[in-house]
């Protein structure tokens, strides 16, 4: 901790730290208990209510693998200790922009979806980064791989000579 801790600004980290704290600690033991892990400690969830076709719809009260949404004085709740990011709302929302989810990887990295596509685009992206991880492990260079499969380059050139 960079400031004194006996400072405005020192207390004030420190109970912010107790808060996170405290705040990780309920939710371990929320998501204990509907058998959920969590794969971001940090994230946001917000429902726009103008937008949102709620008793018509509840589709993503339905879905909601912790039950962190619910339905309550005509509007959709969030029982924000309860949701875990994972998205599943946000792909089943009839309406675009209605429900946005912002959440931190281990890295940094943030992540923002608020309409199917975004979470499609998303997966795509992570996908195509763990097989390009894979590739690297299993091939660090372009030598590497030609050592793997030296024949069918050199069958491919030895057609094309045939062909002259
Ligand atoms: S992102 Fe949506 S579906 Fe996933 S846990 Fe949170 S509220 Fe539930
Ligand atoms: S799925 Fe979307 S439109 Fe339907 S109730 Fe939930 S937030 Fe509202």
Request: net charge positive.
């Given at each position: 901790m960079g400031?004194d801790e006996?400072?405005?600004?020192g207390?004030?980290?420190l109970?912010?730290?107790t808060?996170?704290?405290?705040?990780?600690?309920?939710?371990?033991?929320?998501?204990?208990?509907v058998?959920?892990?969590?794969?971001?400690?940090?994230g946001?969830?917000?429902?726009?209510?103008?937008t949102?076709q709620?008793?018509?719809c509840?589709l993503?009260?339905?879905i909601?693998p912790?039950?962190?949404?619910?339905?309550?004085?005509?509007?959709?709740?969030i029982?924000n200790d309860?949701?875990?990011y994972?998205?599943?709302c946000?792909v089943?929302?009839?309406?675009?922009?209605?429900?946005v989810?912002?959440r931190?990887?281990?890295?940094g990295?943030?992540?923002?979806?608020?309409k199917?596509?975004?979470?499609?685009k998303l997966?795509?992206?992570?996908?195509?980064?763990?097989r390009?991880k894979?590739l690297e492990?299993l091939?660090?260079?372009r030598e590497?791989?030609l050592?793997?499969?030296?024949l069918?380059t050199?069958?491919i050139?030895?057609?094309?000579?045939?062909?002259?």
């Amino acid at each position: 901790m960079g400031e004194d801790e006996s400072s405005p600004d020192g207390i004030f980290e420190l109970l912010q730290e107790t808060d996170k704290k405290r705040r990780k600690i309920t939710r371990s033991q929320l998501l204990e208990t509907v058998k959920v892990k969590q794969f971001f400690d940090d994230g946001n969830i917000t429902i726009n209510e103008r937008t949102c076709q709620g008793l018509e719809c509840e589709l993503c009260i339905k879905i909601c693998p912790t039950n962190a949404l619910y339905w309550r004085d005509g509007k959709v709740g969030i029982i924000n200790d309860l949701c875990v990011y994972c998205g599943a709302c946000v792909v089943a929302c009839i309406v675009d922009d209605c429900i946005v989810v912002t959440r931190t990887r281990e890295d940094g990295k943030v992540e923002r979806f608020s309409k199917p596509t975004d979470v499609t685009k998303l997966f795509r992206t992570i996908n195509s980064e763990r097989r390009r991880k894979r590739l690297e492990s299993l091939f660090p260079s372009r030598e590497a791989y030609l050592s793997r499969f030296p024949l069918r380059t050199g069958k491919i050139i030895r057609k094309d000579e045939d062909k002259r």
